[in-house]
C-alpha cells in the first residue's frame, strides 16, 4: 500500500509511455499549494459505517498496542480518511472521526454508507438491462460504462497494465492484485463511446490488496490536473455486487469485458459459459471461490468485469489455464462477493457472511502468502514444499492445523485419493493431504515461514505423463469449530 501523495510531488512528465507505446494524455504538472504538497491531510474523509456484530475499538494511534478511546456500535456513520492508510500489526489502519473525537480504526470494520449508495440519481448500469438472459448491443455498451483501463504510474510514466470495474458511484474500482502492484499511483481511463478507447480521467491509489485472493480496491483520489476531488461527487457509473456466488451454475451464459492489449486500448467483449464451480472456504462458510469458463480471456483482462446474460456481476476475470495443461483455454473468474468480501469486509456486499467469533473475540486468519518448491528432496525423498506465511489472530493457546488438500485440476476438481498413502498423508477418506500442528502464541501471532512437505510417491500417480493438480491450504480448529482458507495453488506433476 502507497501513501496518496508521496508519489504524486514532483510529477513533471514530457511523454508517457503506454503498454506497448501507445499515446496518452499526459499526466499534469503538480500545482504549487504551500510547501509543495498536493493537499494536507484530512481532505479526503469520506462517510462509512461500522460493519459486523459487536462494537468497533477506536484507538489513538495505528496499531493494537495503542490505547482505545472510544467504542462505537455496528451501524453508526463516521468520517475515515483513507488518504492516511498505514499498515500495522498485520492490519490497515485509517484515520476516523466520530461525535466528539477522532481516532484509528482498521479498515476491515467500515463499510462504505450505503444509504448514499440507494439514492435513484446514482447512476446504476443495470438500470439499462432488461434482464433476459441475453445481452444486446445496447445492453453491452450500457455495462461498459463501469468498466476501466487501469494504469499503473510509477517513475513518472504511465503503463497499462490491465481493466478494472467501478462497483460505488464514488469511486472505488476492483481489481486484481497483480494488476496494480508496484503503482506508485494508479491512472483511470473511462469511456465516452465504447467504438473509442477510453480516456484518462482520474488518479487513485491502493486501499486494500490481497495477493493471496488476488484483489485489490482502488480509491480514486484525483482528476488527471493533481487536483483532489470529493469522492462524494463522483457519481460514476457502477455495477453492484447483486448474486451470491452460489446463484451461479455450469452452463450459465457469461460476458467478459476488458482491455486485453491485443485491442489497442479498446474494450473488447467475448462470451461464453461457466463449465465448472469450484468450492473454498471463505469466512468460515463452504462457498463458491472460483468458476472456470470457456470465454476468452487474455492477460489484460486481468481485474475486468465478467456478467451473465442479465448483466449480472458475475466476477472479476483473473487467470488463463493453457492448451497443453487442460486440452483447452479456460479461464478462471473470481466470485464477486468473494472480492468483494476480501477488500471491503462482509457488511459490504449484499447476503453478507457474517465471520463467526470465538470466546476471546473476532476470529482472524490472514494470508501473508504461499509458495510451492517442486522436487524438494527430505530424509531421501523427493516432494513437494509448501511454504505458507500467515497472520491468526483471536485463537491462543490451543491447538489449530494448517492442512493442505490435492486435488486434480480439471472441469471435474477430483480429489486425489491414494488409500496405499501412508495415514501421516491422508485423511480418513484417503484423500491425499499434508499437515501441520500449530499453538498459536499471543492474541496475535504471525507465522511467517511454516513448512509442509509431501513426498511424490504419497500421491499413487504413476503412469507417466503431466498431471495438472491443485493444492487447497487451510488453517482448521482442532475441536472443527472452524476453518479458514489461506490459498488455492496450481502446479504440474510428472512422474519419473
Not at 79 to 95: I, Q, T
Not at 171 to 182: D, R, S, Y
Not at 267 to 278: D, P, Q, R, W
Amino acid at each position: 500500500m502507497r501513501q496518496i501523495g508521496k508519489a504524486v510531488l514532483g510529477l513533471l512528465v514530457v511523454g508517457i509511455l503506454i503498454g506497448l507505446a501507445h499515446p496518452a494524455p499526459v499526466w499534469a504538472a503538480v500545482p504549487p499549494t504551500g510547501e509543495g504538497t498536493l493537499a494536507q491531510a484530512g481532505d479526503a474523509w469520506r462517510c462509512v459505517e461500522v460493519n459486523g456484530q459487536v462494537e468497533l475499538n477506536i484507538r489513538s494511534g495505528p496499531g493494537v498496542n495503542f490505547q482505545v478511546i472510544s467504542t462505537r456500535p455496528p451501524g453508526e456513520q463516521l468520517d475515515a480518511d483513507y488518504s492516511r492508510l498505514e499498515s500495522a500489526d498485520g492490519y490497515n489502519w485509517v484515520p476516523v472521526r466520530y461525535p466528539g473525537g477522532e481516532g484509528w480504526s482498521i479498515t476491515g470494520r467500515l463499510s462504505p454508507c450505503q444509504s448514499d449508495y440507494n439514492d435513484p440519481a446514482h447512476d446504476v448500469v443495470l438500470d439499462d438491462v432488461n434482464r433476459d438472459g441475453t445481452l444486446d448491443r445496447n445492453e453491452i455498451a450500457a455495462v461498459a460504462r463501469s468498466v476501466v483501463l487501469v494504469a499503473n504510474i510509477r517513475n513518472d510514466r504511465i503503463y497499462s497494465t490491465g481493466t478494472g470495474t467501478i462497483t460505488t458511484p464514488d469511486g472505488l474500482i476492483v481489481t486484481n492484485a497483480h494488476v496494480v502492484q508496484g503503482a506508485d499511483l494508479v491512472a483511470v481511463a473511462l469511456l465516452d463511446d465504447i467504438n473509442d478507447p477510453p480516456e484518462y480521467r482520474y488518479v487513485g491509489d491502493v486501499v486494500n490488496s490481497d495477493l493471496s485472493i488476488d484483489v485489490a480496491l482502488v480509491a480514486i483520489r484525483y482528476d488527471m490536473d493533481a487536483n483532489p476531488i470529493d469522492a462524494a461527487d463522483l457519481n460514476l457509473p457502477y455495477i453492484p455486487a447483486s448474486i451470491r456466488p452460489d446463484e451461479v451454475f455450469r452452463g450459465d451464459p457469461v460476458y467478459i469485458f476488458g482491455y486485453p492489449g491485443i485491442g489497442d486500448d479498446y474494450l473488447v467483449v467475448t462470451s461464453g459459459t461457466i463449465v465448472s464451480v469450484e468450492n473454498g472456504e471463505m469466512s468460515g462458510q463452504r462457498l463458491p471461490v472460483w468458476y472456470r469458463t470457456d470465454a476468452e480471456i487474455a492477460p489484460g483482462n486481468s481485474g475486468g468485469l465478467a456478467v451473465n446474460g442479465n448483466g449480472e456481476f458475475v466476477g472479476i476475470p483473473t487467470f488463463v489455464r493453457s492448451e497443453q495443461e487442460t486440452g483447452g483455454r479456460l479461464g478462471g473468474i473470481r466470485p464477486a462477493q468473494v472480492a468483494l468480501m476480501t477488500v471491503l469486509g462482509p457488511e459490504m456486499v449484499s447476503d453478507p457472511v457474517t465471520t463467526p467469533t470465538s470466546s476471546e473475540g473476532l476470529l482472524l486468519v490472514e494470508p501473508q502468502g504461499v509458495t510451492l518448491e517442486q522436487n524438494v528432496i527430505v530424509s531421501g525423498q523427493a516432494g513437494l514444499r509448501i511454504r505458507a506465511s500467515f497472520l491468526i489472530e483471536g485463537w491462543t493457546a490451543r491447538t489449530a492445523f494448517v492442512v493442505a488438500r490435492f486435488y486434480f485440476d480439471t472441469e471435474e476438481f477430483a480429489p486425489l485419493f491414494n488409500p496405499a498413502a501412508p495415514t501421516l498423508y491422508r485423511d480418513s477418506r484417503d484423500i491425499v493431504l499434508t499437515s501441520a500442528p500449530i499453538t498459536p502464541c499471543c492474541e496475535q501471532t504471525l507465522y511467517e515461514d511454516l513448512v509442509l512437505f509431501i513426498p511424490y510417491t504419497a500421491f499413487g500417480l504413476r503412469e507417466p505423463g503431466t498431471y495438472p493438480l491443485k493444492v487447497q491450504i487451510e488453517v482448521i480448529a482442532e475441536d472443527g469449530s472452524w476453518q479458514r482458507l489461506l490459498a488455492w495453488e496450481y502446479f504440474d506433476y510428472s512422474p519419473r
